[in-house]
C-alpha cells in the first residue's frame, strides 16, 4: 500500500471515528415525546439490561410506578443481588422522580434508596427512550460523561409489561433504540424466574 492510500485510510478512519463520537453525545439522544406517566404506570418486568459500573440488580428485576396526587411519580422495585461475593438476596428499592424541564418530561431525574442497610442510596438521570405504554419500555442513565460528551458509564433497561417476553416485531424497534443510545450489542437478557424473595444460597 503506497503513502498516499496509507493516509486516505487514516483520514476515512479519523473522521469514522469522530462521526461515531459526535452520535453518542448523550445530550443528543431524543426520548420518548409528549411522555405520559399516567399510562407509564403501572408493573413492568425487566427482560435486558446493561449494568453500569459497581453492584447492580442482576435478575428477576421488577418495577411498579404510581402517580401521587400531585402529579409526581414514584416506583418500588425488586430484584436479585449477590453481595459480598456469596450472600443472594432480594433487594427491595424505592424511588421518586422529579422533571427539570417540564417541556421534556421524558427526561426525568430518580433518587433512590435501599429499603435495607447493605443497598445503596443516590440520584440518576432516569431516561424514558421509547415506550408503548402497553407492551415495552426502554429506560437510560448516563452517571460519568467523558469528555467528548459520550457516556463513560451508563446503564439501561428493557422492560416488557409480560415477564415472558416480546414479539419479534417490537424487539427489532428496541434494538434500533439501543444502536441510537450506543449500547448494542451490550445488553444481556434478565432472568424472570419469581425468585424473590429469597434467603441464602
Known sequence: ?????????????????????????????????DFDPKRYAGKWYALQKKDPEGLFLQDNISAEYTIGDDGSMVASSKGRVTLFGFWVVCADMAAQYTVPDSANPGKMFMNYQGLASYL???????????????????????RTL????????????????????????????????????????????????????????
Open 120 to 142: 445503596s442510596s443516590g440520584g440518576d438521570n432516569y431516561w424514558v427512550i421509547d415506550t408503548d405504554y402497553e407492551n415495552y419500555a426502554i429506560t437510560y442513565a448516563c
Open 1 to 33: 500500500m503506497n503513502f498516499h492510500m496509507l493516509a486516505l485510510v487514516v483520514v476515512l478512519l479519523v473522521g469514522l471515528e469522530q462521526s461515531w463520537a459526535a452520535s453518542c453525545v448523550v445530550d443528543s439522544f431524543t426520548v420518548k415525546e
Open 146 to 201: 467523558k469528555d467528548d460528551g459520550s457516556c463513560e458509564d451508563g446503564y439501561s433497561l428493557i422492560f416488557s409489561r409480560n415477564p415472558r417476553g416480546l414479539p419479534p416485531t417490537i424487539q427489532r424497534s428496541i434494538r434500533a433504540k439501543q444502536e441510537e443510545i450506543c449500547m448494542a450489542g451490550q445488553f444481556e437478557p434478565v432472568l424472570q424466574s419469581g425468585k424473590c424473595p429469597i434467603t441464602f444460597y
